[in-house]
């Protein structure tokens, strides 16, 4: 494996590992942020004109950050992973007639194609939903409040499942590039 092939493969395993690493902290924040929020109740000053329950907001509104700085890991080691297979293709002579790179490259554009969808299409609509509801509560506007809050609710679960969905891929994808790697090595040895 030459020095400029190299670079890339260790550039396009470790951004993966940060992808899944981020995606798995942000869970773990949620699994933690919702139960503690929940046993605390709190009362928020803010949504004072909000007479349900306020634990949801306050853990929710943790959680949007933390998600919001999961999406930027996402979008910037999804660059990473693009660009550096790419340049391993390019540079590196990554040969694509092998099944484990065609494989790595296909788990590739699916996570792109995961991530895409989640963050177009998904996120914007969960993000306005959630802001609605947030701004509703505040000014006590109950109807309209429950409204939006029932929108972001079913779309919940098809964002758990994408962040599921993309973990397991990024990991897929993460095999997959120890066994391109691996392959070549072996050839080179045989040969």
């Known amino acids: 494996m030459n020095r400029s092939r190299a670079i890339a493969e260790t550039v396009n395993i470790a951004a ?13 924040a949620a699994a933690v942020a919702f139960p503690t929020m ?7 000053g803010a949504y004072a004109a909000f007479p349900g329950e ?3 907001i306050a853990a929710g509104e943790v959680m949007f950050k933390v998600f919001q700085i ?3 890991i996402a979008v910037v080691c999804a660059v990473l992973v693009v660009g550096s297979l790419v340049a391993a293709i390019v ?15 296909a788990m590739t554009l699916a996570i792109v194609a995961v991530l895409s969808f989640n963050m177009f299409v998904l996120m914007p609509r969960m993000v306005h939903n ?5 701004s509703a509560a505040r000014a006590g506007e109950l109807e309209r409040a429950g409204e939006y809050r029932v ?3 079913n779309d919940h679960p098809n964002a758990r499942k994408l962040s599921e969905t993309l ?3 990024i990991l897929v994808s993460m095999v997959a590039t120890g066994a391109s790697m691996t392959d070549g090595r072996k050839r080179k040895a045989s040969a």
């Open 16 to 28: 993966q590992g940060i992808w899944l690493g981020a995606i798995g902290v942000s869970a773990a």
């Open 38 to 44: 929940r046993a605390l109740d709190p009362t928020l």
């Open 54 to 56: 306020h634990w949801p």
């Open 70 to 72: 999961t999406d930027m």
């Open 91 to 105: 540079t590196g002579r990554l040969p694509l007639r092998r099944l484990s790179v065609m494989f790595r490259v």
């Open 130 to 134: 959630v802001g609605e509801f947030w």
């Open 151 to 153: 929108l972001f609710n």
């Open 167 to 169: 973990m397991v891929f």
